[in-house]
């Protein structure tokens, strides 16, 4: 089903330092997951992906890892800059061309 | 890259009025888009899928009639929110892909206030 957070969890990281995202998908039949970062006002922008074939993809300073064992998918974004602030989003697609997303967790940078 | 626009960014209107929101796929064609409602600190909930040259799926709880689907061609999909009402304030986002193997796009959403 899908899944609506009543409120944000927030992750407060240090500028410079790396950043850990976590998500838990609902669906072990999904076989395609998506990060999205959402700035205030604007639509989800689209990060990184991963299929469900992989455990492992690296992009430029972020990395999405995908346990499929335990439903679990993280994000990883080195060297966080301020710019990175954003509410972030996991998205997983099941069978259909439907996304489900998670309930987000808001990025904090600490300057 | 694959671009969404959506307009307007910004409505604000009396109760009762009817408002219609635009989605476009602006380099590729789209043959289904979709259609998220946000509320402030919330997740993104799915509406429908818009199916160009058929009728909208629905989602469970959500009133066709209050919302109508119009998906009349491949790069276009509108939302109006008949007879909107405060309850229907929200922030829409819609978002199309150019096919299920590629990730979903998303427009910059419209942020509805109904006094």
């Known amino acids: 089903g899908e899944s609506v957070g009543l409120h944000l969890p927030t992750l407060s990281v240090q500028e410079g330092d790396n950043s850990i995202i976590n998500c838990a998908y609902s669906?072990?039949?999904?076989?395609?997951f998506i990060w999205y970062k959402q700035e205030s006002g604007k639509g989800p922008q689209f990060i990184i992906d991963?299929?469900?074939?992989?455990d492992k993809r690296q992009g430029q300073r972020v990395t999405v890892l995908l346990n499929k064992t335990v439903k679990h998918l993280s994000l990883q974004i080195a060297a966080t800059q301020p710019g990175d602030s954003a509410v972030y989003f996991c998205?997983?697609?099941?069978?259909?061309?439907?996304?489900?997303f998670g309930t987000g967790t808001r990025l904090k940078v600490l300057a | 890259g694959a671009v969404v626009s959506q307009h307007p960014s910004w409505v604000i209107c009396k109760s009762g009025t009817s408002v219609k929101i635009e989605c476009r796929s602006l380099?590729?064609?789209?043959?289904?888009m979709f259609w998220y409602r946000q509320f402030p600190k919330q997740s993104l909930m799915l509406m429908a899928t818009?199916?160009?040259?058929?009728?909208?799926?629905?989602e469970q709880g959500v009133e066709k009639d209050k919302f109508l689907i119009n998906h009349a061609s491949l790069t276009l999909s509108t939302l109006t929110v008949t007879s909107a009402h405060p309850e229907d304030s929200s922030f829409y986002i819609c978002s199309a892909g150019q096919n299920s193997n590629q990730p979903q796009h998303f427009g910059d959403g419209t942020r509805l206030s109904i006094l």
């Open positions: 991963i299929r469900s074939n992989m």
């Open positions: 380099d590729f064609q789209a043959t289904t």
């Open positions: 669906n072990s039949a999904s076989d395609y």
């Open positions: 998205a997983e697609l099941s069978g259909t061309y439907k996304y489900i």
């Open positions: 818009s199916n160009e040259g058929s009728k909208a799926t629905y």
